[in-house]
């Protein structure tokens, strides 16, 4: 989520989206907590994003992901096909063709050659251990045109090779690893067989044909109760951050993380990491799943939820104030929950994002109820938009037998209603033809719609765009449940 200007925008932004912030609540523990514990529950909040990150690495590295199958180095792994619930994986989008590397920099450079792909929309991502993204490439930032990259780590083995003679753009990256995330538009195809062409002219081409193993980039599995801390330490060891994290480095040290390469704990440092982490987790998942009715209309933006990158503006990343966090702890807690509810999201200046908690009436979503949305046009979104639906707490795809999982702008039966407002009925099982409407099922417990605008309008989000409720419907009718409106 990302771009814009300066100060009076940056009050108006403020004010937009104030929710997510109010709901950022201090993790801090009671006064009477020992410092130890306070210390391990801290560390848990500012590694989180690394371990959760590295995991689901070691994830891709594995095949994990059916749709892509194992994930190898320093080349891409196309998915053929649109993500589905076997694809058990956070926030999920279901209106782009994924593709994804696993970079390994620490010998030299990797050049990157991008196809043209005549106008659609794509965004090639690029995240840091840390989940920072620290640079884009598509049609919002360097256009659609054929472009020549060449990513490097200036801490690599080889330094001879970071000057280009043939016309490549430098992209540095703030580590030896990264990630990159490539999302291409689907619309407008009569099937995905013309965008595989496409995905197979996005190149990576390692200068030095050498790299690690994923254990040497990860280093080893561990899945006994330590095995958060386990691999927070082997990854601060190799990818400890930028020069701003060094107090954090210090405390680290202090529970013995990080730098004493054995990896093993005494008993008592043992019992103050677990402590920490479980009071941690606790309240992480009261952010990630309990929201609060201050949302607005039952949505809440989560448009500045990936501000936290404070280091590195790369190509098509805004270094600007509306676009950064200024507060460092804060930047932490937000980088946390967008690891929980949404890894390797993008900034809101690239695809911007609502979540739905509650209906109209303020009452939390629920299979057992049917809700009806209408989103009348213009919507902001300059490439396409999109409405999916998750499962709680999990953020998982709903497994459905109609295999629907979301609508999409350009889906055939929205180009029906080009210029109308759009309604969406959320139920549990098939509404009645009667109702009208575009029907996502959900489960028949709780569920999360989230509104995915890309290459939104930034100047229409910041006048105060705001998504319609959903309105609860009366079981018997398609009607709204006037009974439940609050006078």
């Given at each position: 989520?990302?771009?814009?200007s300066?100060?009076?925008?940056?009050?108006?932004?403020?004010?937009?989206f104030?929710?997510?912030?109010?709901?950022?609540?201090?993790?801090?523990?009671?006064?009477?907590?020992?410092?130890?514990?306070?210390?391990?529950?801290e560390?848990y909040?500012?590694?989180?994003?690394?371990?959760?990150?590295l995991?689901?690495?070691?994830?891709?590295?594995?095949?994990?992901?059916?749709?892509?199958?194992?994930v190898?180095?320093?080349?891409?792994?196309?998915?053929?096909r649109?993500?589905?619930?076997?694809?058990?994986?956070?926030?999920?989008?279901?209106?782009?063709?994924?593709?994804?590397?696993?970079?390994?920099?620490?010998?030299?450079?990797?050049?990157?050659?991008?196809?043209d792909?005549?106008?659609?929309y794509?965004?090639?991502?690029?995240l840091?251990?840390?989940?920072?993204s620290?640079?884009?490439?598509?049609?919002?930032?360097?256009?659609?045109?054929?472009?020549?990259?060449?990513?490097?780590?200036?801490?690599?083995?080889?330094?001879?090779?970071?000057?280009t003679e043939?016309?490549?753009?430098?992209?540095?990256?703030?580590?030896?690893?990264?990630l990159?995330?490539?999302?291409?538009?689907?619309a407008?195809?009569?099937?995905?067989?013309e965008l595989?062409?496409?995905?197979?002219?996005?190149q990576?081409?390692?200068?030095?044909?050498?790299?690690?193993?994923?254990?040497?980039?990860?280093?080893?599995?561990s899945?006994?109760?330590?095995?958060?801390?386990?691999?927070?330490?082997?990854?601060?060891?190799?990818?400890?951050?930028?020069?701003?994290?060094?107090?954090?480095l210090?405390?680290?040290?202090?529970?013995?993380?990080?730098?004493?390469?054995?990896?093993?704990w005494?008993?008592?440092?043992a019992?103050v990491l677990?402590?920490?982490?479980k009071?941690?987790?606790?309240?992480?998942?009261?952010?990630?799943?309990q929201?609060?009715?201050?949302?607005?209309?039952?949505?809440?933006?989560?448009?500045?939820?990936?501000?936290?990158?404070r280091?590195?503006?790369?190509?098509?990343?805004?270094?600007?104030?509306?676009?950064?966090i200024?507060?460092?702890?804060?930047?932490?807690?937000?980088?946390?929950?967008?690891?929980r509810?949404?890894?390797?999201?993008?900034?809101?200046?690239?695809?911007?994002f609502?979540?739905?908690?509650?209906?109209?009436?303020?009452?939390?979503?629920?299979?057992?109820?049917?809700?009806?949305?209408v989103?009348?046009?213009?919507?902001?979104?300059?490439?396409?938009?999109?409405?999916?639906?998750?499962?709680?707490?999990?953020?998982?795809?709903?497994?459905?037998?109609?295999?629907?999982?979301?609508?999409?702008?350009y889906?055939?039966?929205?180009?029906?209603?080009?210029g109308?407002s759009?309604?969406i009925?959320?139920?549990?099982?098939?509404?009645a033809?009667?109702?009208?409407?575009?029907?996502?099922?959900?489960?028949?417990?709780?569920?999360?719609p989230?509104?995915s605008?890309?290459?939104?309008?930034?100047?229409?989000?910041?006048?105060?765009?705001?998504p319609?409720?959903?309105?609860?419907?009366?079981?018997?009718s398609?009607e709204?449940n006037?009974?439940?409106?609050?006078?």
């Amino acid at each position: 989520m990302r771009l814009s200007s300066v100060q009076s925008v940056v009050s108006r932004l403020l004010l937009l989206f104030a929710t997510v912030a109010i709901s950022l609540v201090s993790l801090a523990s009671p006064e009477d907590e020992p410092d130890g514990i306070l210390d391990a529950e801290e560390l848990y909040v500012w590694g989180y994003p690394l371990v959760q990150n590295l995991r689901a690495l070691r994830g891709l590295a594995a095949g994990e992901l059916p749709m892509f199958g194992p994930v190898g180095i320093n080349e891409f792994a196309h998915a053929r096909r649109l993500m589905a619930p076997e694809d058990r994986f956070v926030s999920p989008n279901v209106d782009v063709l994924f593709s994804a590397a696993i970079i390994d920099l620490a010998n030299g450079p990797v050049d990157i050659d991008l196809p043209d792909t005549r106008g659609r929309y794509y965004v090639l991502q690029f995240l840091d251990p840390w989940t920072n993204s620290f640079a884009y490439l598509g049609k919002r930032s360097s256009g659609t045109s054929a472009g020549a990259y060449r990513l490097v780590f200036p801490g690599a083995v080889d330094s001879e090779h970071t000057d280009t003679e043939d016309g490549r753009t430098v992209i540095y990256s703030p580590a030896s690893l990264a990630l990159l995330v490539l999302r291409i538009s689907i619309a407008d195809v009569e099937g995905l067989a013309e965008l595989h062409v496409l995905q197979d002219g996005f190149q990576l081409s390692p200068l030095i044909d050498s790299h690690r193993s994923i254990d040497d980039l990860l280093g080893p599995h561990s899945n006994d109760e330590l095995a958060f801390w386990r691999q927070l330490h082997r990854g601060l060891i190799h990818y400890p951050g930028p020069p701003y994290d060094e107090p954090w480095l210090s405390r680290a040290a202090g529970l013995n993380l990080g730098f004493d390469k054995t990896g093993q704990w005494s008993a008592d440092v043992a019992a103050v990491l677990l402590a920490g982490q479980k009071v941690a987790e606790e309240q992480l998942e009261k952010l990630a799943v309990q929201r609060s009715t201050s949302s607005s209309r039952g949505w809440e933006s989560i448009v500045h939820l990936f501000d936290f990158n404070r280091h590195l503006f790369g190509t098509g990343v805004v270094n600007s104030p509306e676009w950064v966090i200024e507060d460092v702890e804060q930047a932490y807690r937000r980088r946390m929950l967008a690891a929980r509810v949404g890894l390797w999201g993008n900034h809101g200046y690239e695809a911007a994002f609502f979540q739905a908690w509650r209906d109209k009436d303020g009452q939390p979503l629920s299979g057992s109820s049917r809700y009806r949305v209408v989103l009348n046009p213009p919507m902001p979104a300059k490439a396409f938009w999109s409405v999916t639906n998750y499962t709680v707490p999990d953020f998982f795809l709903y497994e459905n037998p109609e295999e629907i999982y979301g609508i999409a702008s350009y889906d055939e039966s929205q180009k029906k209603q080009a210029g109308e407002s759009v309604t969406i009925i959320f139920s549990h099982d098939k509404p009645a033809e009667q109702c009208g409407g575009l029907w996502i099922p959900t489960p028949p417990g709780r569920f999360r719609p989230l509104l995915s605008l890309y290459h939104p309008d930034i100047e229409v989000l910041t006048d105060g765009w705001w998504p319609s409720s959903l309105e609860k419907l009366d079981p018997q009718s398609c009607e709204v449940n006037r009974s439940m409106i609050r006078q």
